[in-house]
């Protein structure tokens, strides 16, 4: 299982318009086009592949919510048909522990630290000056990678940190600094590459 | 100057509704993916590439839009406000040559083969069994590049004529079928590498 955390900071935290993903929804379009990167293939999902949501924007920050590639349903690749499986997420009482709010969609409460808790892997953290991802072997085995990616505002100087306490490496998908979805994209075909031995 | 050709075999050719861009509007989110793609970096754009879309659907195709990244402004990451501007230049009465709806947006009448007539560049054509990008020299310099994706019906035996009637290769990204946004990512960063010597 690949996993990919994508961090929200302004992502609304109830349900929200789905006409307005950018301004009231809190950049909520960043996190559409996020799953969207990480689970379609061209005419089929990678149903080896969990997305990782956190939620930190307004009013009830924050919460953590999962697309899981291996069970979900009535996903379409457009951006709203991902904000419409968020909100409806959303309109869950969110608990301290994971509810399915539609088939392979779930959430709960809690934060990025949580989530790193319960994932307990090895994390890859996407950011410019990182080691460049070509060439890297990724473990013996791709299956156990978590890869952790921010919005438009990075990662805060304590979510740095909450990664510096676990096992980690920084990495790069190339020389230009590119959105969250590019680099999930860029992610995945190196991955595929290893994996087909091309 | 860096040139995408997306075919969009179902997409709308008069202005639709924002808010089912895969229905009604014919698949309009798979070409609004295309123009973020290749036109978004992290906190700007790439100003050497034009978007060229080739809009296929009823009622009154065929019709071409150009977004030229070195002139387009309004445009969002989203994909409702690529298709905003595409709606916007529907609302023009498209003439046999370019006309400009919005700043770097422009539409006129006409095919896939008018426009590959009228660009008279050589066309690296996208297709699975292509070869692969990686290690390719893409000629002495990348701005002459003419990029060229189908939708998610692929392209029809006639435009592959059309290509066959032109300089042309076809390549591949990798070893899965993707999405042709995301078969994007992947050339903009091979020759991103390139540029860069990386």
Chains 1, 2 share one sequence.
């Not at 399915?100 to 990025?112: L, N, Q």
Request: hydrophobic share 40%; aromatic share 6%; with cysteine.
């Amino acid at each position: 299982m690949k996993d990919f955390i994508i961090i929200g900071h302004k992502a609304a935290t109830v349900p929200f318009s789905l006409n307005d993903l950018p301004g009231a929804a809190g950049r909520m379009d960043i996190l559409c086009r996020c799953v969207n990167a990480a689970l379609f293939l061209s005419h089929d999902l990678r149903r080896d592949v969990r997305v990782y949501l956190v939620l930190k924007g307004e009013p009830a920050p924050p919460k953590l919510i999962c697309f899981n590639g291996a069970e979900v349903r009535y996903l379409s690749p457009d951006e709203r048909s991902a904000a419409s499986l968020i909100r409806k997420a959303l309109e869950k009482n969110a608990q301290d522990f994971w509810t399915e709010s539609m088939p392979g969609v779930s959430i709960r409460k809690g934060d990025f630290g949580d989530l790193i808790c319960e994932l307990n892997k090895k994390i890859i953290y996407l950011r410019e000056d990182g080691k460049d991802i070509r060439g890297k072997e990724f473990g013996a085995s791709p299956d156990g990678l978590l890869f952790v990616l921010g919005d438009h505002m990075g990662l805060t100087e304590d979510e740095e940190k909450t990664i510096e306490g676990h096992g980690h490496e920084i990495v790069s998908v190339g020389p230009l600094s590119l959105h969250a979805d590019h680099c999930i994209v860029l992610l995945h075909n190196e991955i595929d590459r290893i994996e087909k031995h091309i």
